[in-house]
């Protein structure tokens, strides 16, 4: 299986930037992607995650309203739309999926990462 995310760079606070990411090679429908991310000195974050069968989706607080989660199911894609981004958004963002069923939030529980790919917001 291999993921692949595109779509960082550099942004000005305001700005928006989205994110596809593509998983390849599963052999059954993901029960959940989601992203993470992790700024320089900081432990990883949970940011969003959609489950495949219904569409429900989490989101931490911090990105309500501001970060969109969306899926293509037949392509297996996730994708981040992020608008009105802040310099706290900097980090580099790391989509992931789970092939069975638990929490949303928790990281090990996800089988396949991505590379990840670099969101920096300037001030």
């Known amino acids: 299986v291999q993921l692949q995310a595109s779509g960082g760079g550099l942004v000005q606070a305001g700005g928006f930037l989205r994110l596809p990411c593509a998983a390849f090679?599963?052999?059954?429908?993901?029960?959940?992607m989601g992203w993470f991310r992790q700024a320089p000195g900081k432990e990883r974050e949970f940011v969003t995650a959609?489950?495949?069968?219904?569409?429900?989706?989490d989101y931490v607080d911090s990105v309500k309203g501001r970060f969109t989660i969306s899926k293509d199911s037949v392509t297996n894609t996730v994708y981040l739309q992020m608008n009105s981004l802040k310099p706290e958004d900097t980090a580099v963002y790391s989509c992931g999926v789970r092939t069975r069923g638990g929490m949303f939030r928790y990281a090990p529980g996800y089988n396949y990462w991505g590379p990840g790919t670099q969101v920096t917001v300037s001030s």
């Open positions: 090679g599963l052999t059954s429908r993901p029960y959940v």
């Open positions: 959609i489950r495949w069968s219904d569409g429900t989706i």
